[in-house]
């Protein structure tokens, strides 16, 4: 198996990062009515609903991450993005259109609107390595893609946004570095810094600026708040410390008048603070540290973004409206890491993708419609802040989790280990509740071993025709795997069944490693070490073993083969990759590879390896020679992988799947929590253009018949893709019931209304000519209506609102005539 770039002629795919973007790494934002919420995700910027909190639309453009938005200060229906490709879009953010790009040739970190001035912006730009800027910069219409105007405000910052602010409507902004505070008035053009004392051992970690005074708020390390007024002269300025926080400070922000501060932190807890007054308010519990928080142009709601991946829309009196979860990412002690210690699975029943999430839960994640189904809650226990960030305390975490073929059965094991007390280790076994649609606790078995489980695995079930009776092997450090079997627990009071350990087995007293199932459920392979047993399952007789002479080193993964190569075992160690037959019980072939990871597509006879320098291998087990080959994978070392079933078939698909893909999808994790998996360069393009047209935004439009008349005419020029039922349910005309009746019984009806009409108007001549007129242009649409009724839905609807809208208009015009006469 020898390196390659591409092979088979496919260079045409690509490593496409589907989803597990983060959505909390820049500060979400509200949009103007807060009816929407725009985040950062990857090279996207993520619309989402604040009502459904559906995402509606998915802006892409940009080449690299983005890192900030911000509503033009011009135009509150348009959006501004900034990433590190050193480009700055202008979105019209409800049609989800691209409408401008301006070339900085720095990239960008952040950006601020400034209200002063219609056309500038203040962004955070990275002219060298490692040395960051903040910068006013001009949005000229007529640049477009040349280079602007450009304005250096401040020569050394901070990367990140939560250390600039803009105060008192634009008259200022403020920075904060180390310990140092740098303002800049706009007013006055003048510059003045501030410097904590040296021997202070806290250092700033964010800044906000009050909306409509000239008062500053600054978080430190040490959990205090500073306020700051008379900021622009040293001797005069005047200082305020407020103290809640027992760690670092992470982000404050003012709402849009200033009555309050809002704060957030390790402490996993909202802070109100009321404005000049020591009174404050908490939401606590929210689950994971709070790295950012926005407050809506209303008032009325708050976005918090916490290191697990979720943003949490909470209401100004603090009740939790909606929740944006993308791929948990786990959170210890204030550093977000990825953990993958039960690998990443695959739910039988939904095809979803399951691993760990939150601290002691399992987390089920649709990767193809990027969004979180649901959190499993494993250990059952609160999330406990640390007091000190070096001294964190021990939690309990999920190790281990196998699911059966059916999706009925789910056997978790978790582990804690304060190395004071005794380790605590329990295997859990969880049953598919139809009715609850949901994993419920069936039987828990407390220190199933007497170390650390390396393995936990379910039969799977035989091709021979007999009850099938769920089976768990488990493997530990103990040198011993138990077999658990399903029993009727059954007595005089209810009916019921339990998981008992029916046999166990151990080699020699070496610790038992990894251990799987021939696909037919007849053969369990089990590792101790070096050594590689085969064991009946029904009665723990050990029918083989195989060892290799030359190779001593310890077998990482263990594999059987499926399909045509279900005679084949392959194992994995630091070195190499080997095939054993087990009709001829020797070594079929051995290749020298340095291996990480061994997945099995479940639907095929395909394995994939993946390498120490991040390369995938794509092979059969009947042959050494590889069928595909993908080097440099990922900059970043990758954790896990997974076959997932397709959750369809279509004609299309088959166009853009790789050959050896047709029932599988393969999914990698690498350690930055980005998942990937590998696409044609076209289906890349297509999926991006399908983004755009998502859900669209309702419009700003009062609830009228013209609103519903506008909406008709955009759906018709192919402007939005929002059916009639949508139009009706948006505004307070009838329902389409009601309106089918009315297009029914118009022509009985006019008649007689349109005398009584005429009647209450009056006599003059010239309004009896425009009254004629409308009605005239009433009746043409009626008539064209009932002869184009054999016509397309949306036309027919389309004339229907219009006659409506006549009708409507020439009533109000009556009423209006009657009153003035």
Known sequence: ?????????????????????????????????SKCLFCCTGNSVKVFSTASGECIHVLTGHTGQVTGVQIHPKNKLQLLSCSVDQTIIKWDYSDGVLLQKYQLHC?????????????????????????????????????????????????????????????????YVATVHDKTLE???????????????????????????????????????????????????????????????????????FSTEGSYLLSGGYECVLVKWQYNSHYKTFLPRLGSPINHVTCSSDNLMYATSHQDNAIRIISSNFKLLQVYQGLTKCHRYGKSEVKVHTGMLCDPRTKALVMNGQPGHLQFYSVHTDRQLYNLDIVQQNYISPNNLNCPPQITEVTNAAFDNRGEWLATFEHLDDE?????????????????????????????HEGKVNSLIFRPEGVVEMEYQPTVVSSSIDGKFKTWKLIDDTDIYRSNNKWSCELVGYYRNKPAGPCCFAEDGSLLAVVFESTITVWEPDDNILRETFIDQVDNTHIRALEFGRKSCCHLLISVSSSTLKCWNLLSCSVQWVVDLQCDLLIA???????????????????????????????????????????????????????????WQQHSQLYLLNKDQELFTLTRKDSVAEDANRSKQKISVKENLPKTPFSILMHAEKKRSGVTNMDTSELESATTLPSGQYIQQHKASMNDEDDSDEDDVVKSVGSDSSDSDMEEDITDKREREMDKNHHNSDNTNDISDTKTIQSVCNNTCYNWYSSVMSETK
């Open 1 to 33: 198996m020898l390196p390659c770039n591409i092979s088979m002629g496919e260079e045409n795919f690509v490593v496409d990062k589907t989803s597990g973007a983060s959505l909390v790494d820049h500060r979400a934002l509200f949009s103007f009515d």
């Open 420 to 448: 004071v007390m005794s380790p605590e280790l329990r295997l859990k076994f969880w049953l598919f509740n139809d009715k609850s649609q949901a994993y419920v606790l069936n039987t828990v078995v407390e220190m199933p």
């Open 183 to 253: 303002i800049f008035s706009f007013k006055k053009n003048k510059y003045q810094s501030h410097e904590l004392p040296s021997r202070t051992i806290y250092t700033y970690t964010c800044i906000a600026c009050h909306p409509t005074e000239y008062c500053i708020a600054t978080g430190t390390s040490h959990g205090q708040i500073i306020f700051w007024w008379h900021f622009m002269s040293k001797d005069k300025v005047v200082k305020s410390v407020s103290h809640w926080h027992s760690l670092s400070v992470l982000d404050l922000s």
């Open 107 to 171: 990239p960008l970190y952040g950006i601020l609107s400034e209200h002063l001035c219609d056309n500038s912006v203040i962004v955070i730009q990275e002219p060298s390595s490692k040395n960051f800027q903040v910068v006013r910069f001009s949005l000229s219409p007529e640049q477009k893609e040349e280079s602007s105007q450009s304005h250096v405000l401040f020569k050394t910052a901070h990367h990140n946004e939560n250390r600039v602010a803009i105060g008192c409507k634009g008259e």
């Open 601 to 659: 597509d479940p639907k095929s006879d395909l394995m994939a390896v993946v390498t120490s320098d991040q390369s995938l291998f794509i092979f059969k087990p009947s042959s050494n020679d590889y069928l595909y080959c993908q080097r440099d994978l990922s900059t970043n070392e990758i954790l896990g992988g997974v076959f997932l079933p397709h959750t369809q078939e279509s004609s299309h698909d088959e166009d853009v799947k790789l050959p």
